[in-house]
């Protein structure tokens, strides 16, 4: 299946029942895809009329415990910020799409990573974090979907999954999990009708008092430490003895593998430190692939935002360098490995 087709049917798998989105390539095929196949499974597809309302569409739909999604890429996300925040601000689980493409401004239609920093650090204002997943295959979108919906619930806050438009359009052999039926219980917050047989359940992220909002804000971030601990995940691929880690997320990491592969063969002790979640970062994972190496590279579709994490996640113990291509640009595996030799 291709990517973008493939995630909308890992959605539907997952439980989604309402999709709200706007038409942007590179991730039109999603929006078409779920148009055609949610009214059959007992669904809701809406075009909503901009990015906006279709953001406050997951919002209210979201508020009343059904999994709801919209999708999107990059200036559609910048536009869609504002309701993310406010989702995570009501403590409302919901799965946001981001098949990323060249910027700033509408920029190109060509595949990039240069949406980490929005996605990770400032993805609308206010103190909160969403959970980023970063696939590298079309069968990773469609686990990380499945993941994403489960993982939100739990939590009570938004996802996102953070592809790119070579994801997005590449077709790839793909197998859908059994899914089991969501456990979640939503009883407890869901504003789904009282029917007078319970207190009204109010979502909200609005606080007149200060102190009341402190106290909110503070209680989110008790959970954020816990998925710090627990909900990190990452490929560590031929680090047990490498001198050279090349770290790398997303489409990236195939061009890596690839380059890494070809390295070792010359006898290059190097290997890749790929990241599956970018919100948590995997801080342990990655000082566990670099704890023999002397030195670190970053390759990226952009002109280096995840390097910033790098750099924390060991404390800048270690020379970090940076390789990428950027505008819509896909590195090639001949590139990095010129990268490497010259480490």
Same mark, same amino acid.
Request: overall charge negative.
């Given at each position: 299946?291709?990517?973008?087709?493939?995630?909308?049917?890992?959605?539907?798998?997952?439980?989604?029942?309402?999709?709200?989105?706007?038409?942007?390539?590179?991730?039109?095929?999603?929006?078409?895809?779920?148009?055609?196949?949610?009214?059959?499974?007992?669904?809701?597809?809406?075009?909503?009329?901009?990015?906006?309302?279709?953001?406050?569409?997951?919002?209210?739909?979201?508020?009343?415990?059904?999994?709801?999604?919209?999708?999107?890429?990059?200036?559609?996300?910048?536009?869609?910020?504002?309701?993310?925040?406010?989702?995570?601000?009501?403590?409302?689980?919901?799965?946001?799409?981001?098949?990323?493409?060249?910027?700033?401004?509408?920029?190109?239609?060509?595949?990039?990573?240069?949406?980490?920093?929005?996605?990770?650090?400032?993805?609308?204002? %206010?103190? +909160?974090?969403?959970?980023?997943?970063? $696939?590298?295959? !079309?069968? @990773?979108?469609?686990?990380?979907?499945? *993941? /994403?919906?489960?993982?939100?619930?739990?939590?009570?806050?938004?996802?996102?999954?953070?592809?790119?438009?070579?994801?997005?359009?590449?077709?790839?052999?793909?197998?859908?999990?059994?899914?089991?039926?969501?456990?979640?219980?939503?009883?407890?917050?869901?504003?789904?009708?009282?029917?007078?047989?319970?207190?009204?359940?109010?979502?909200?992220?609005?606080?007149?008092?200060?102190?009341?909002?402190?106290?909110?804000?503070?209680?989110?971030?008790?959970?954020?430490?816990?998925?710090?601990?627990?909900?990190?995940?990452?490929?560590?691929?031929?680090?047990?003895?490498?001198?050279?880690?090349?770290?790398?997320?997303?489409?990236?990491?195939?061009?890596?593998?690839?380059?890494?592969?070809?390295?070792?063969?010359?006898?290059?002790?190097? %290997?890749? +430190?790929?990241?599956?979640?970018?919100? $948590?970062?995997? !801080?342990? @994972?990655?000082?566990?692939?670099?704890? *023999? /190496?002397?030195?670190?590279?970053?390759?990226?579709?952009?002109?280096?935002?995840?390097?910033?994490?790098?750099?924390?996640?060991?404390?800048?113990?270690?020379?970090?360098?940076?390789?990428?291509?950027?505008?819509?640009?896909?590195?090639?595996?001949?590139?990095?490995?010129?990268?490497?030799?010259?480490?």
């Amino acid at each position: 299946m291709k990517g973008n087709e493939a995630l909308a049917e890992a959605a539907i798998r997952a439980g989604c029942k309402c999709f709200f989105g706007y038409p942007i390539t590179p991730q039109t095929e999603l929006s078409a895809y779920m148009a055609k196949r949610m009214h059959k499974e007992g669904g809701v597809f809406l075009q909503a009329e901009s990015e906006i309302a279709a953001i406050n569409m997951v919002l209210g739909a979201a508020s009343t415990g059904v999994r709801a999604m919209t999708s999107s890429s990059s200036p559609g996300i910048s536009l869609k910020s504002e309701g993310i925040s406010y989702i995570a601000g009501s403590d409302v689980p919901a799965v946001i799409i981001n098949v990323q493409r060249g910027g700033p401004g509408l920029g190109g239609i060509q595949p990039s990573q240069a949406d980490y920093w929005q996605a990770t650090k400032a993805l609308g204002h %206010g103190d +909160f974090q969403l959970l980023v997943y970063a $696939p590298c295959s !079309v069968q @990773e979108m469609v686990d990380m979907v499945v *993941k /994403a919906f489960d993982t939100a619930d739990k939590y009570r806050m938004p996802a996102m999954i953070l592809a790119d438009g070579l994801l997005g359009q590449m077709m790839e052999p793909v197998q859908f999990p059994e899914i089991k039926a969501n456990s979640i219980d939503k009883s407890s917050w869901a504003a789904n009708g009282h029917g007078n047989k319970r207190e009204h359940h109010i979502i909200n992220s609005l606080y007149i008092n200060a102190t009341d909002l402190e106290e909110q804000v503070i209680e989110r971030y008790k959970r954020y430490d816990i998925i710090k601990e627990t909900e990190t995940d990452a490929e560590l691929y031929l680090t047990e003895d490498a001198d050279i880690v090349v770290c790398a997320y997303g489409a990236t990491a195939r061009v890596v593998k690839s380059a890494v592969n070809t390295a070792r063969a010359e006898g290059v002790k190097v %290997g890749m +430190f790929r990241p599956k979640t970018l919100w $948590p970062f995997p !801080v342990k @994972e990655l000082n566990q692939a670099s704890q *023999k /190496a002397s030195k670190l590279l970053c390759v990226e579709m952009s002109m280096g935002q995840m390097i910033d994490d790098v750099k924390l996640a060991i404390n800048c113990s270690k020379p970090v360098s940076f390789f990428g291509r950027t505008g819509g640009v896909i590195p090639t595996p001949d590139e990095v490995l010129e990268q490497i030799k010259s480490l």
